[in-house]
C-alpha cells in the first residue's frame, strides 16, 4: 500500500509533466511556424500559381497527403488563415476532392487540439473547480452533443475556442469527432466552394476570406444557427409521444 507521502506527490509529478509536455508543444509549434511558414505564404503561393497547377495535376496524391497534413497542423495548433487555406484548397483541388480533404483534416485537427487540451489542462481545471462544476458536467453528459452541434453552426464563435472549452468537459473523444465532423460540413461547403469561384490566387490574395461575405452567404450563416434548435425541438416533440 503506497504511503500518503507518495500519493501527494504524484499529482505534482503529474502536473509538471503536463506542463513541459505543453512547453515543449508550443516551442515545436513555434518553431515550425518561423521555419516553414513563409512556405504558405499567399504572394509566394500567387507568384507560383502555374506551377501548383502542373504540380498538382501531375502528382495528385502526393498533393492531397500534403494538403491534408498541413491543414492539420493548422486547424490542431490553432494557426490564423484556416478560411483562407480552404479558399485555396478549394480553388487548388476542386469542390469534390477540397470538400472531402477539409472536412476530414479539420475534424482530425479540431480533435488534436481537442485532446492536447485535455491532456494539458482538464485535470488541474476539474481539481480545482471541480465543485463548482459539477452541475455543469452533469448537463454536458446529457446535452453535451446538442451543445457542440450548436457552437459548430455559429460561425461567430472561434473554432480553437470550442476545441479548448470542450476538452475541459466529460464529453467523449468520439462524440467530439463525429459531432465537430458534422457541425461544420455546412461552413465548409460554403468556404470551399467559394473558392472554386476565384479564377486566379491572385483574386483570391486581393479579396480574401471576407470576399465570399456576401449578404445572402451572412443570411445563410444566420439560418444556421438556428438549425440546433430546430432540430431538437422536433426531436423532444417526438420523444414525448
Known amino acids: 500500500m503506497p504511503d500518503s507521502r507518495t500519493q501527494i506527490e504524484r499529482p505534482w509529478k503529474s502536473r509538471y ?16 511556424c518561423w521555419k516553414f511558414g513563409h512556405l504558405l505564404s499567399m504572394d509566394l503561393l ?10 498538382q495535376m501531375a502528382y495528385p496524391l502526393p498533393v492531397l497527403g500534403f494538403s491534408f497534413i498541413i491543414y ?27 470538400l472531402l480533404l477539409v472536412s476530414f483534416a479539420s475534424t482530425a485537427g479540431a ?17 480545482k473547480f471541480g465543485d463548482r462544476l ?25 473554432f480553437f475556442v470550442v476545441n479548448i472549452v470542450m476538452a475541459l468537459t466529460p464529453i ?4 467530439f469527432w463525429w459531432v465537430s465532423q458534422v457541425g461544420m460540413l455546412p461552413g465548409t461547403i460554403v468556404f470551399v466552394y467559394a473558392g472554386t469561384q476565384f479564377p486566379s490566387l491572385s483574386v483570391l490574395a ?25 432540430v431538437k425541438k422536433i426531436i423532444d416533440r417526438f420523444k414525448s409521444k
Do not use: D
Open 17 to 32: 509533466v503536463r506542463i513541459w509536455i505543453g512547453l515543449a508543444i508550443i516551442v515545436i509549434g513555434s518553431i515550425a
Open 46 to 55: 500567387v507568384s507560383r500559381e502555374t506551377a501548383l497547377r502542373r504540380y
Open 72 to 98: 492539420v497542423i493548422a486547424t490542431g495548433f490553432s494557426l490564423p488563415g484556416a478560411a483562407l487555406l480552404t479558399l485555396f484548397l478549394g480553388w487548388l483541388l476542386g469542390f469534390g476532392q477540397g
Open 111 to 127: 480533435t488534436m487540439a481537442f485532446l492536447m487540451s485535455r491532456f494539458l489542462l482538464n485535470n488541474i481545471i476539474q481539481s
Open 134 to 158: 459539477e452541475k455543469f458536467n452533469e448537463a454536458l453528459k446529457k446535452e453535451g452533443a446538442f451543445y457542440l452541434f450548436t457552437l459548430r453552426l455559429i460561425p461567430a464563435v472561434p
Open 172 to 175: 467523449p473523444a468520439r462524440t
Open 206 to 230: 486581393e479579396k480574401g476570406a471576407a470576399g465570399i461575405l456576401t449578404p445572402q452567404l451572412l443570411v445563410a450563416f444566420i439560418l444556421l444557427g438556428f438549425f440546433p434548435f430546430v
